[in-house]
């Protein structure tokens, strides 16, 4: 009988997952990267939506008063932008990159 998932455990041997052996100071560093990213691409969002608008963006989407094309276009560009620059910051801190063409993953 086969084991359900052993060639998924035997070819990730010798990878470290996310948050495995990673010291306090590193994982401190790596969630402050995060934050650090969210925020500043939420002002950066904010910022674009003013430039291309002319408006706020809705602080409430749910709110009726809002039109719903508006609050789905924000809330779509608003968690796009802020997880894409939150998980490209936490790969930044936490030491992760991108293997050269050719180059085995480690």
């Not at 809002?66 to 790969?91: D, F």
């Amino acid at each position: 009988m086969i084991a359900v998932g052993s060639t998924q455990a035997s070819s990730q041997k010798g990878r470290r997952m996310s948050g495995k052996g990673a010291s306090a100071s590193s994982k401190a560093i790596t969630a402050l990267a995060g934050a650090a990213a969210s925020f500043v691409a939420r002002k950066v969002l904010i910022f674009a939506w003013k430039q291309a608008t002319g408006k706020e963006p809705p602080d409430h989407p749910e709110d009726p008063q809002v039109a719903l094309t508006e609050a789905l276009i924000w809330g779509v560009v608003l968690g796009a932008g802020v997880s894409v620059a939150k998980m490209l910051a936490t790969r930044a801190a936490s030491g992760h990159r991108h293997p050269e063409a050719g180059e085995p993953p480690a």
